[in-house]
């Protein structure tokens, strides 16, 4: 796969996504907005398990009270909370950007680390959330996967892997690295919208004749 496959993976997927009359995962427009590492970092957060919508509300309103380390130890759990709602998880999420904010101040002089190991080491922080700050955050090339990239890219046959870590891993090898930072945004929506965990709309699909559709069992 060389990088003329890659160029028209990316721009047929582009033009479907655009044809559906969708716009970037609610992350990737706060990154728009600001490049600021501890905001991304903190969206991201807020994103887990919550639909875009509700994470670029919730996102706004907390912003609105507190954009520094700081500035969130200022505010109480109970407001963070509210800023939040109805954000999945929300009084565990408010709990976690609390205890974030505080490693920041006390071990980071108030600066998101730019390195994935320092990033994993906080709380309610894993791979996706690591390698998502990295990209928005720092430009810093990092494979973001979450289910979307691991299903997409397993159903395509770029790799064979059964973990999120596994398909981070491979997709390094076979993909070039002026994709690795678009690869997230793109697949998440086309995920949402195109090539869904049940049931995909391959019909939809400008790939649907050449994709193997590896563990696809029924499609529409």
């Not at 973001?144 to 870590?165: G, L, P, Y």
Request: glycine letters at 4%; hydrophobic letters at 40%; aromatic letters at 6%.
């Amino acid at each position: 796969m060389d990088e003329a496959y890659w160029d028209d993976i990316f721009t047929q997927f582009r033009k479907t996504i655009e044809q559906e009359g969708e716009i970037l995962p609610s992350v990737s427009l706060i990154a728009q907005q600001s490049n600021d590492p501890f905001r991304i970092l903190i969206a991201t957060i807020i994103s887990l398990r919550t639909k875009d919508g509700v994470t670029l509300d919730a996102s706004k309103r907390l912003f609105a009270l507190a954009t520094d380390p700081k500035s969130m130890l200022e505010l109480s759990a109970s407001e963070i909370e509210k800023a939040l709602y109805p954000a999945g998880f929300y009084k565990t999420k408010a709990k976690t950007i609390r205890q974030i904010s505080s490693i920041l101040l006390e071990k980071h002089q108030a600066k998101v680390p730019n390195n994935q190991k320092e990033l994993l080491a906080l709380p309610g922080v894993g791979i996706k959330t690591a390698n998502l700050t990295l990209n928005l955050g720092f430009g810093i090339d990092a494979i973001c996967v979450d289910c979307h990239v691991h299903q997409i890219a397993n159903r395509m046959n770029w790799v064979s892997t059964k973990t999120a870590e596994q398909t981070e891993l491979a997709l390094q090898k076979v993909m070039p690295k002026r994709f690795w930072i678009p690869l997230n945004e793109l697949l998440v929506r086309y995920g949402q919208l195109i090539c869904t965990p049940v049931s995909p709309f391959c019909s939809k699909c400008p790939k649907t004749g050449s994709c193997p559709k590896t563990g696809v069992l029924t499609s529409r």
